[in-house]
């Protein structure tokens, strides 16, 4: 089974939109056995908190099912448990890497490197663009 966790700074806006996307492409790929996929924070200010509602609304729009979902954080055990650490940009790799108490990346990933492209996915919660951050 292949783990992956997938990790913005708060866990309402761009990991959770990666989780609930995922989710449903093993899920319609029926590969729901080959893998865990799951979402966290690299802060605590949104621990216990849903979905930032317009993550909500472009996975609706998209007609993507939410994943139901509560904000956790990241934890230095998530690096042993899971396959891959993908963070949303460069603030979230350094942070997961200090949060794992790692110096070097070996199971974090930026998300945009797997399409081939080293920027970083646009954080909603300060623009209100979900459009760009899909």
């Not at 590969?31 to 609304?57: D, K, Q």
């Not at 460069?90 to 200090?98: E, F, G, K, L």
Request: glycine share 6%; proline share 4%.
């Amino acid at each position: 089974m292949v783990k992956i966790l997938f990790v913005c700074h708060g866990n309402i806006c761009r990991s959770t939109m990666a989780e609930s996307v995922m989710t449903y492409l093993v899920k319609e790929r029926q590969l729901e056995a080959s893998f865990a996929i799951s979402s966290a924070a690299t802060s605590r200010e949104e621990i216990g908190n849903p979905p930032h509602c317009g993550t909500v609304r472009k996975l609706k729009e998209m007609q993507i099912p939410l994943v139901p979902h509560r904000a956790v954080q990241m934890t230095a055990s998530d690096y042993e448990a899971y396959d891959y650490l993908i963070g949303m940009d460069s603030a979230n790799i350094r942070s997961m890497m200090r949060i794992a108490g790692r110096s070097d990346t070996g199971k974090i990933y930026k998300l945009l490197s797997f399409a081939g492209i080293e920027r970083d996915v646009a954080d909603p919660w300060y623009t209100g663009d979900f459009d760009a951050t899909w």
